[in-house]
């Protein structure tokens, strides 16, 4: 974390809650048109582990700071999970080099598009 953002959150910032990720949301202390809005990331600053009810928080989508006892997530939502590129756990898709390399066999159904001649 940057030293100039902690001394700034210090000074200026209000604690308004935590996620359950760990980072930790604040808003300046003084309102106003120019409300600011902020988070320090608990480990790593990665933007994708910020979770959607407070990205509408942080983006002023919403005004009222979520909670867990007032956010019930409907029965088709999935869990939020951070974004998984360059873990052990990223997606490769099927040929890839890290996958194994093996690609199903091409079936011929596709026809490359070449101009007419006219």
């Keep these: 974390m940057n030293l100039g953002t902690k ?4 000074l200026f910032g209000k604690y308004v809650g935590t996620d359950e990720f ?3 949301y ?8 120019q409300l ?7 480990n790593t600053v990665e933007p994708s582990l910020v979770p959607p009810e407070w990205h509408g928080w942080l ?6 700071i979520p909670s867990p006892t007032k956010i019930k997530p409907y029965k088709w939502q999935k869990k939020h999970i951070p974004n998984l590129t360059g873990t052990a756990s990223a997606y490769y898709p099927p040929g890839h ?8 066999k091409a079936t011929g159904d596709y026809i490359a598009w070449a101009p007419k001649n006219s």
């Excluded at 001394?7 to 210090?10: C, D, E, R, S």
């Excluded at 604040?26 to 048109?33: I, L, M, P, R």
């Excluded at 080099?97 to 199903?104: E, N």
């Design 22 to 24: 760990g980072n930790r």
């Design 97 to 104: 080099v890290l996958s194994g390399g093996k690609r199903k």
């Design 59 to 64: 983006h002023k989508t919403i005004d009222e």
């Design 7 to 10: 001394i700034y959150t210090l």
């Design 36 to 42: 600011k809005r902020w988070v320090m990331y608990k």
């Design 26 to 33: 604040y808003q300046s202390k003084t309102g106003g048109v």
